[in-house]
């Protein structure tokens, strides 16, 4: 079985003791690769040395977290973005999106670093890395108005309703990304997730944040996008290797990388 960690922050210092066991690790549990987003200019060159260092498992992407979008610095980190788009190849723009949960304040810059990036996907032929946080709503509707049949993407970490998830598949060419929440008890999402076609989802563990049960509380890790895969085939009552088949297919379809 082969499984694609979709969203996976593994440049971060939370590994960097023993990033080379984390990474053999995955592979042993058949995560064979693992797709990194960016956060800011200060975690570029990480991002891609670690990448660089494996590349035929890890792949990076470009963008701007939007809890990194301030006033100050908003332009030259969009100017870099731009210009590592235009000199390095990468599967994705992101994470990009909106983040109204630490500050609701950036809401307006939020939005037009956003959609700035949406622009330069669609320019490079790249899908984009949806962080919605408390802003779900405001995100669909700039992806709505922006969408055609040149941009594609993932809302990560969805944990929404029905109803977004449906907006979310109107959309045609996005998917929901499904990690480590779905094994939570009380996150509701499990019974949602039961509704949804499993063409529409994307595994990712969001590493080193919100480890699945019964990890729950510790460090993430790419290898266990396994449990997460396996709590998803006991939801829609499949064989894990389906799961590991369809949501792989979903991936690669999405980030081409075959």
């Not at 330069?120 to 962080?131: D, E, F, G, N, S």
Request: negative net charge; contains cysteine.
């Amino acid at each position: 079985m082969n499984f694609i960690d979709t969203h996976t922050h593994l440049f971060l210092k939370q590994f960097e003791k023993d990033i080379d066991n984390v990474i053999e690790h995955a592979i042993a549990n058949g995560v064979n690769k693992m797709l990194l987003p960016n956060i800011s200019s200060e975690t570029t060159t990480p991002m891609i040395k670690l990448c660089k260092k494996y590349p035929n498992n890890c792949f990076p992407m470009m963008g701007l977290h939007p809890c990194e979008v301030k006033k100050e610095s908003m332009q030259k980190q969009l100017s870099h973005v731009q210009q590592m788009l235009e000199k390095e190849k990468f599967v994705a723009v992101g994470e990009i999106g909106l983040d109204l949960y630490w500050d609701k304040t950036t809401l307006d810059i939020q939005k037009a670093a956003f959609a700035f990036q949406i622009q330069l996907a669609k320019q490079h032929k790249l899908p984009i890395v949806i962080h919605v946080r408390e802003s779900f709503n405001e995100a669909i509707e700039i992806v709505e108005e922006l969408n055609d049949e040149t941009l594609s993407g993932v809302f990560h970490c969805f944990t929404g309703s029905k109803e977004d998830a449906k907006r979310i598949i109107d959309l045609e060419n996005f998917y929901l990304g499904i990690g480590g929440v779905l094994t939570f008890k009380n996150a509701g999402l499990d019974k949602m997730i039961e509704q949804i076609n499993l063409r529409h989802l994307i595994l990712e563990t969001d590493s080193p944040y919100l480890a699945p049960a019964p990890f729950r509380g510790k460090r993430n890790e790419s290898k266990y996008i396994l449990n997460i895969a396996e709590k998803l085939a006991e939801i829609k009552n499949l064989h894990l290797e389906e799961v590991a088949t369809i949501s792989t297919q979903n991936a690669n379809n999405l980030f081409k990388i075959f």
